[in-house]
T-cell receptor, first 109, second 113 residues
């Protein structure tokens, strides 16, 4: 049973435009949500997070939105840069971290 | 430099030949865990440890063992590897279980033939 789902395996965006990565979850007990970024041949690194009591958290070019009623999480990257090309994992936490399948983001020059 | 290290980074082995993947962290973290990453399945937790001598099963523990004799080390042991254990493995650590930000090692790509 996949409690955290990223339904888009890949996404391609033009440099300078907005990238929107989506994530859905099923467990209403999750109380914290995170996004990790992964480059080839490296481990995932923490990018941004949001508590379940908030609906938005911003850090520079990265903004995470949480819609609890829809059980939906999204990551916005504005403007997108070539260095943002990576695999992005969303994760949700309740006693432990549960990860989505990942979305491969490609930023085209 | 704060880091999680894993060795080896790449390993090709044959079915049934015991192997150990080492993991070490230098951040004095209490919580450590092992994940495997497979296409379309994301990261799934194999085992975790909340402190020295305290380990427990994650979501996919079959075929794996772990030990935590020292705080910094958390080796993953495959007693009799099988081809379905071919995967990319990550070790991770965090201050404690409630620390949501986990620090990951660089990964170990294992192929079992």
């Amino acid at each position: 049973d996949q409690q955290v789902k990223q339904n888009s395996p890949s996404l391609s965006v033009q440099e300078g435009r907005i990238s929107i990565l989506n994530c859905d979850y099923t467990n209403s007990m999750f109380d914290y949500f995170l996004w990790y970024k992964k480059y080839p041949a490296e481990g995932p690194t923490f990018l941004i997070s949001i508590s379940s009591i908030k609906d938005k958290n911003e850090d520079g070019r990265f903004t995470v939105f949480l819609n609890k009623s829809a059980k939906h999480l999204s990551l916005h990257i504005v403007p997108s840069q070539p260095g943002d090309s990576a695999v992005y994992f969303c994760a949700a936490s309740y006693q432990k971290l549960v990860f989505g399948q990942g979305t491969r983001l490609t930023i085209n020059p | 430099e704060a880091q999680v290290t894993q060795n080896p980074r790449y390993l090709i082995t044959v079915t049934g030949k015991k192997l150990t993947v080492t993991c070490s962290q230098n951040m004095n973290h209490e919580y450590m865990s092992w994940y495997r990453q497979d296409p379309g399945l994301g990261l799934r937790q194999i085992y975790y440890s909340m402190n020295v001598e305290v380990t427990d099963k994650g979501d996919v523990p079959e075929g794996y063992k772990v030990s935590r004799k020292e705080k910094r080390n958390f080796p993953l042991i495959l007693e009799s590897p099988s081809p379905n254990q071919t995967s990319l493995y990550f070790c991770a650590s965090s201050l404690f279980r409630g620390s949501y930000e986990q620090y990951f090692g660089p990964g170990t790509r294992l192929t079992v033939t």
